[in-house]
C-alpha cells in the first residue's frame, strides 16, 4: 500500500496551528538574517574596549617578578611557568602554573571538543584552576574553582555562554549551593541583542542569597552599547542608581583613548541592596600608544592618582614591564618591575627570529 500509518504522535508537530507557527518563525528568521546584524558581546564585557585595552587597572602590579615560562607545544597548547614575587601586594612569593588548551575544534557528532584548562598553586598551598569546555560553536562552558588553606569557604564560579550570530546569552553562578535545604549563592542572568548595526541593548538579572535562613535579594541592571567606525561608546545603569559610561576611540594605527565615568549612589555596606547609600563621581582618562616591540599606557582619574604602564621586549624570548602609580589625593606612590623569560623551541625562535616580533602570550582558544 503507498498509504503509511502515521505515528501515534505526529499530529503533535503535523498539524495547522505548528505549521503556521513553523512558516512564522521562518519569516521572522529570514528577515532577521538579512538585517546582518553583527555579536554585540556580553554586558560583564561591554566596555573591555576602555577596561581592557585602554586602562592599565587590571594590569597594574607593585614590587618586583620574574616569571619564566616553558612552550612545549603551540598545537595544542601546553606550556608550565614559574613565577617569583617580592614585595608584591596580593602576590605569592612563588607560583607554578601549568596551561593546556586545544587551539582548533574537533567537531565529533555536532559537539566541538574544544578545552583550555589552567592552574596555579602558590608555595602557601593556595589553588586555582579554571577549565573551559566548547561543547558547540556557539555553546561554551567555563568553570573557575580557587581553594585556599584555612579559608573558611573556597569559591566555585560556573559560567554558561551562548553566542548567537546577533546576541549572547550567558548564566552564572558563584558558589551555589542546596545541602543547606535551599539554593544559596549568586546566580547572574544577562541577554546582549544587537538592534542595529551599530546599537545594542541588554539587562542583566542578579539573584542572591547568602543562607537559607535570609530572604534573597534581586536587582537588574540595564547597558547599551554603540559602535561607530572609529568609536564605540558604552552605558551601563543599575539598579541603585549608578551610571556607569565609557567611550573609546582609535586615534591613529598606534594610538587609542579611553574615558570612564562612573556617577550614582553607591552602598554603604550590608548586602547586595543593603546598607546606606553615599554619592559618588570617578572619571578617568587613559591612553595606549603600541610600538613595533613596545607598548606604553596612561591614565589620569579625578582623585587625583596617575598611574603608567610600560611593556618592552628587549630579546624575542625576554620581556621587561615597568609599572608606577602616584596617589596624590593619599600622598602615596608604588613602582613595580618585572621579567618576563619564556624558552620556545627551536622552530619557534626562528620564526620569532626572523618576524621580530615578541612572543605572544597564551590567550583562551575560544
Known amino acids: ?87 608584591a601586594q596580593g602576590l605569592p612569593p612563588y607560583t607554578f602554573s601549568g596551561l593546556y588548551g586545544t587551539e582548533k575544534a574537533s567537531y565529533y557528532y555536532l559537539l566541538a571538543l574544544a578545552v583550555f584548562m589552567q592552574g596555579n598553586i602558590d608555595n602557601e598551598g593556595a589553588l586555582s584552576a579554571r577549565a573551559n569546555y566548547k561543547w558547540t560553536p556557539s555553546f561554551v562552558t567555563k568553570t573557575n574553582v580557587q581553594v585556599a588553606p584555612g579559608a573558611a569557604q573556597a569559591m566555585l564560579q560556573l559560567d554558561n555562554d551562548y553566542t548567537g550570530k546577533d546576541f549572547t546569552a550567558s548564566l552564572k553562578s558563584l558558589n551555589p549551593s542546596i545541602l543547606e535545604g535551599g539554593l544559596t549563592g549568586i546566580l547572574v542572568g544577562s541577554y546582549m541583542q544587537s538592534v542595529t548595526p551599530s546599537l545594542a541593548l541588554g539587562l542583566e538579572a542578579v539573584w542572591q542569597r547568602q543562607a537559607v535562613n535570609m530572604g534573597p535579594e534581586s536587582v537588574v541592571n540595564y547597558c547599551a552599547k554603540y559602535r561607530g567606525n572609529d568609536w564605540i561608546a558604552s552605558a551601563n545603569l543599575q539598579a541603585q542608581g549608578a551610571l556607569k559610561t565609557s567611550y573609546w576611540r582609535r586615534l591613529s594605527d598606534k594610538v587609542e583613548a579611553g574615558v570612564d565615568m562612573n556617577l550614582g549612589l553607591g552602598s554603604r555596606g550590608g548586602g547586595l541592596m543593603g546598607g546606606g547609600l553615599q554619592r559618588e563621581g570617578v572619571t578617568t582618562l587613559g591612553a595606549k600608544w603600541d610600538y613595533r616591540a613596545s607598548s606604553f599606557r596612561a591614565q589620569v582619574d579625578s582623585t587625583g592618582k596617575i598611574s603608567c604602564l610600560l611593556e618592552k621586549s628587549i630579546a624575542p624570548a625576554v620581556r621587561v614591564t615597568f609599572a608606577g602609580d602616584m596617589d596624590h589625593s593619599k600622598n602615596q606612590a608604588k613602582i613595580g618591575l618585572a621579567v618576563s623569560i619564556e624558552a620556545s623551541s627551536e622552530e619557534m625562535m626562528e620564526i620569532q627570529e626572523r618576524t621580530g616580533a615578541p612572543p605572544a602570550p597564551p590567550a583562551i582558544p575560544f
Open 1 to 87: 500500500m503507498a498509504d503509511q500509518k502515521a505515528s501515534p504522535g505526529s499530529f503533535l508537530y503535523n498539524n495547522a496551528v505548528i505549521g503556521a507557527l513553523r512558516d512564522v518563525w521562518s519569516s521572522y528568521s529570514a528577515r532577521r538574517e538579512a538585517l546582518g546584524l553583527p555579536n554585540p558581546g556580553t554586558t560583564e564585557g561591554i566596555a573591555r574596549e576602555v577596561e581592557d585595552g585602554v586602562f592599565l587597572s587590571r594590569s597594574m602590579f607593585t614590587g618586583l617578578r620574574a616569571d619564566l615560562t616553558k612552550s612545549f607545544s603551540a598545537t595544542p597548547l601546553f606550556q608550565v611557568s614559574h613565577g617569583f614575587a617580592m614585595g
